[in-house]
């Protein structure tokens, strides 16, 4: 029998992920409907016609894959996030019950954000914006200038895939480069031209401050008002991890205050409304958690989540896996099932 892969009907070019899992030989079904932009929390209803009797699952990003929902589905084996953020997926829970978790970090994603924190990084010291406007609205040279991005420093909050690609592509720069990750040993830093460093130190020195983490108990709300008060005066903030990683509220404050200015594409609400004031702050670029996106990443995606997941199912682990210390515990799950379920 072919192996069942429940697939969310939230997915961009879904039909593309459809026909990819069939022409592989697996059996496709596609979610619940939802409403469009809604969080969607599965019923027990939805979770027995759709789960139950599931190998695999690709993921909508708004909707919530619990423990419960994992814990009745006896047969999954593995589960896919078509993009870089899994927090929809309760990767813990996952992990207990050895099933692998694919995610999307394909080099057309990872190094796409990689080239919109620099791009971000030199626009802000430069003053980017502010000379934009000044042409648009009728006026012409903008004081003070800017600065060069040679000499700066720049604090990365998250050496994991994202931070190392950034390291790499400002090796050339000139410009010092700090990082704080628990997960980072400093050989693999000092070989990226890194140092690391506690957040206190990162946010007290840098002169922009890039947030590089996945969203997870440990870093929501990491940054707060007293993190932003240790920021130097004229200080630049990036954020293209998760809104939920930062207090938008004291961020604004802190802009109003002392902080030169912030990239933010990622918002604690999405889409963000339309009034929210961090759309339209004169010190603030803002962009639609896109700001990475690119069409060959697009391109890229559909194709990425079928072969994470159809690799699973043949046995053999997914190119991309959030929670790689689940491996022995998957194969295990995997041999009580009977072996993998497509062959």
Request: with cysteine.
């Amino acid at each position: 029998m072919a192996p069942k892969v429940v697939v969310s009907r939230q997915l961009s070019r879904v039909e593309e992920i459809v026909q990819g899992l069939a022409a592989r030989g697996c059996a496709p079904v596609l979610g619940p409907e939802s409403a469009s932009g809604a969080a969607h929390v599965f019923s027990r209803a939805e979770i027995g016609e759709y789960f139950a009797d599931a190998d695999a699952f690709i993921a909508g990003i708004r909707e919530r894959y619990s423990r419960d929902l994992l814990q009745a589905a006896p047969r999954l084996t593995v589960g896919c996030s078509t993009i870089i953020g899994t927090e929809n997926i309760d990767v813990d829970a996952a992990t207990d019950l050895g099933i692998v978790i694919g995610f999307g970090a394909t080099p057309e994603n990872v190094l796409g954000v990689a080239e919109a924190v620099v791009m971000l990084a030199a626009a802000l010291i430069k003053r980017l914006p502010h000379k934009w406007a000044a042409m648009r609205e009728g006026g012409y040279r903008i004081s003070p200038a800017g600065h060069m991005v040679r000499g700066s420093t720049i604090g990365m909050i998250g050496l994991g895939n994202v931070g190392q690609a950034v390291a790499r592509r400002l090796a050339g720069w000139e410009c010092r480069l700090i990082a704080t990750d628990p997960y980072v040993s400093k050989d693999v830093a000092t070989e990226l031209g890194v140092e690391l460093v506690d957040l206190e130190t990162l946010l007290g020195c840098s002169d922009v401050v890039s947030i590089q983490v996945v969203l997870t108990g440990e870093t929501r709300h990491l940054l707060g008002a007293k993190e932003f008060a240790l920021m130097k005066p004229g200080a630049y903030l990036i954020n293209t991890s998760r809104g939920g990683v930062l207090d938008e509220d004291a961020l604004i404050k802190a802009l109003d205050d002392h902080l030169g200015g912030a990239a933010l594409d990622v918002w604690r609400e999405e889409p963000c409304p339309p009034g929210h004031p961090l759309r339209t702050h004169p010190r603030v670029i803002a962009t639609a958690h896109n700001v990475a996106h690119s069409e060959e990443l697009y391109a890229r995606l559909p194709g990425a989540a079928v072969e994470n997941v159809t690799r699973a199912l043949r046995g053999q682990e997914p190119l991309y896996v959030r929670n790689p210390a689940v491996i022995p515990r998957w194969r295990e799950r995997l041999a009580r099932l009977g072996g993998p379920p497509l062959r």
